[in-house]
């Protein structure tokens, strides 16, 4: 199966994680080549891969707009780059690997000694046979990323550097989708797109909310779905400068990086860290071994949470990764790459996003119409229903569970975290003590 020329996340109705994993790493595929930056051709190039799924609305923000206390930067256009050695052999070409150009590095057309080179060459000497990834946004610097065993191997010599770029005056871009719900509350759901061939952070990222959203469209819901594909940082706060007087609209925020490798879930708070997504993510779990998140508390450093949970805005929004940035090796090298990242661990990340939202939206509250003593299971059929079950005494306990704390006082969310059970298990519970008449709904919670 040719993998890179899917240009649908829609899955057959008898579909599993597996088949949207694998449609999540289709896309995540196509978006890997470009070479993508804060500004630049790479972003829209992007955003024109991921308007073949969804009609997202792209925005442009002119260079040296005041955005808070940041500048919108001058776009980078990258145009070629190469080193070439003292024999005019070339040691490294930007058309082999984006990584190789220091991202944002200013022109350079010279010849120099390998001495005045090298402070320009950036390495990895622990992981020797890795390309970094390094950035000069908010400078004026200029360098090659490469491989340490190749650098180690460099002659003395004369160098000829050619590095064709240009900083002009031009657009930072980002790009918004809404899926309308019932009511205008909405999720803000975030993927950074700033980054060029590195898989994990966050072709994975972009690539499942694009496919969530558009596997949305024929879904219909209570909260109205808003996915933002911008640039770290400078990004975030264009949209959120934009945006800031509907700001009291969003009730819930998930930044999503790092979905398809195998480690993890990782999940970071909010800076609140009591929100009702912070709860909710926790009640969920990853995979066939249905592994619960690891859970951190806020802190002031990470993806673009940071802006959301700033204190001006303090949004409900937190982090939820696989392995998490800065922790697995690959982080930030050309080890970041489609090997890395793989398709049964996008489609079990894609499901827990799911059952994130899930929560959100159906978190009701139920109510023990039988609550003097425990009631006899039997006399309500349930043991029947529950001798196919798979993990009969899970079930039994989510029984248990309902009824014992459904005095009204609970919601299932409630439940889940006392029980430690998975909010999944307890709602399937919950479903079937109501359709036996045991339970009755006092409704869905809302904030
Ligand atoms: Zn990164």
């Not at 120099?112 to 970094?132: A, N």
């Not at 959120?240 to 930044?255: M, P, T, Y």
């Amino acid at each position: 199966m040719d993998l890179t020329t899917d240009a649908s996340c829609a899955s057959e109705p008898d579909d599993g994680a597996q088949d949207i994993g694998k449609s999540i790493y289709a896309l995540a595929a196509r978006l890997y080549p470009i070479c993508r930056s804060i500004t630049g051709q790479g972003v829209l190039a992007t955003l024109d891969i991921l308007r073949q799924h969804i009609d997202i609305d792209v925005h442009s923000v002119a260079s040296g707009t005041q955005v808070f206390g940041w500048i919108a930067p001058s776009e980078w256009i990258v145009r070629s780059a190469s080193l070439k050695g003292p024999c005019g052999r070339t040691i490294v070409d930007f058309a082999d690997h984006n990584l190789h150009v220091l991202n944002y590095s200013i022109p350079v057309h010279a010849r120099m000694p390998l001495g005045d080179l090298k402070p320009h060459l950036h390495t990895l000497p622990e992981q020797s046979d890795v390309i970094p990834y390094k950035t000069a946004y908010y400078t004026d610097e200029w360098g090659f990323c490469m491989r340490h065993d190749q650098f180690a191997t460099l002659e003395e010599g004369f160098y000829e550097v050619s590095i064709d770029t240009e900083k002009v005056p031009g657009h930072l871009t980002y790009g918004d989708y809404l899926h309308r719900g019932q009511v205008e509350d909405e999720v803000i759901l975030y993927a950074h797109i700033c980054h060029p061939s590195l898989a994990n952070d966050n072709c994975s990222g972009l690539a499942l909310l694009t496919c969530l959203a558009e596997s949305m469209r024929s879904e219909s819901t209570y909260y109205s779905y808003r996915f933002i594909f911008a640039p770290g940082t400078i990004g975030s706060l264009a949209w959120l400068q934009r945006n800031e007087e509907r700001l009291g609209r969003i009730k819930h925020g998930l930044v999503l990086s790092c979905v398809g490798d195998g480690g993890g879930p990782n999940y970071k708070r909010s800076r609140q860290g009591l929100a009702m997504i912070d709860r909710a993510a926790a009640c969920v779990r990853c995979g066939p071994d249905n592994i619960s998140p690891t859970l951190s508390d806020f802190i002031p450093y990470g993806y673009d949470e940071r802006q959301f949970c700033s204190p001006g805005f303090n949004l409900p929004v937190g982090l939820l990764q696989r392995s998490a940035f800065g922790t697995f090796p690959q982080y930030h090298t050309s080890a970041d790459n489609l090997d890395f990242i793989r398709p049964e661990h996008l489609g079990s990340s894609f499901q827990m996003v799911q059952d994130i939202l899930q929560i959100l939206e159906t978190n009701w509250t139920p109510l023990n119409l039988s609550p003097k003593g425990e009631p006899q299971l039997g006399q309500y059929g349930l043991f029947s229903a529950i001798g196919g079950h798979k993990t009969n005494s899970d079930r039994v306990m989510a029984y248990l569970w309902v009824l014992n704390l459904g005095d009204g006082a609970n919601s299932l969310l409630d439940i889940s975290e006392r029980s430690r059970m998975p909010f999944s298990e307890i709602a399937a519970a919950a479903d079937t003590l109501q359709s036996v008449g045991l339970v009755a709904n006092l409704g869905i919670v809302r904030l």
